[in-house]
């Protein structure tokens, strides 16, 4: 749960389900090629912020959008997710270039 609700992007490709009838393990089999969607930096209005949208929008309410974003919240603890924001924007190039997107969006309107 932690993993997804940090991830930058979300998983598109064309999944072939044909071999999910219940008989088996289930398989995620892909046709094709797999992709990286990240979308506007922006959330359109009266949608709430996903992926790398959360690094961008509402950065004072960062942790509560992270959270929002799951219907069961048993489980999630909110310190793990406020530590595991720090640690990112500390170490991690992507955060800090999407925080610095964040920062010019800011100060240009």
């Given at each position: 749960?932690?993993?997804?609700?940090?991830?930058?992007?979300?998983?598109?490709?064309?999944?072939?389900?044909?071999?999910?009838?219940?008989?088996?393990?289930?398989?995620?089999?892909?046709?094709?090629?797999?992709?990286?969607?990240?979308?506007?930096?922006?959330?359109?209005?009266?949608?709430?912020?996903?992926?790398?949208?959360?690094?961008?929008?509402?950065?004072?309410?960062?942790?509560?959008?992270?959270?929002?974003?799951?219907?069961?919240?048993?489980?999630?603890?909110?310190?793990?997710?406020?530590?595991?924001?720090?640690?990112?924007?500390?170490?991690?190039?992507?955060?800090?270039s999407?925080?610095?997107?964040?920062d010019?969006?800011?100060?240009?309107?």
């Amino acid at each position: 749960m932690y993993n997804v609700m940090f991830a930058f992007t979300s998983p598109g490709a064309k999944v072939d389900n044909r071999f999910n009838n219940g008989r088996c393990p289930p398989n995620f089999r892909i046709q094709g090629q797999s992709c990286h969607r990240i979308g506007s930096m922006l959330p359109m209005p009266g949608q709430n912020p996903r992926f790398a949208q959360l690094y961008v929008y509402d950065i004072e309410n960062e942790i509560e959008n992270r959270m929002h974003g799951f219907r069961s919240k048993s489980g999630v603890d909110v310190n793990i997710v406020r530590k595991l924001s720090e640690m990112l924007y500390e170490h991690n190039i992507h955060a800090q270039s999407f925080r610095m997107a964040r920062d010019r969006l800011c100060e240009e309107g």
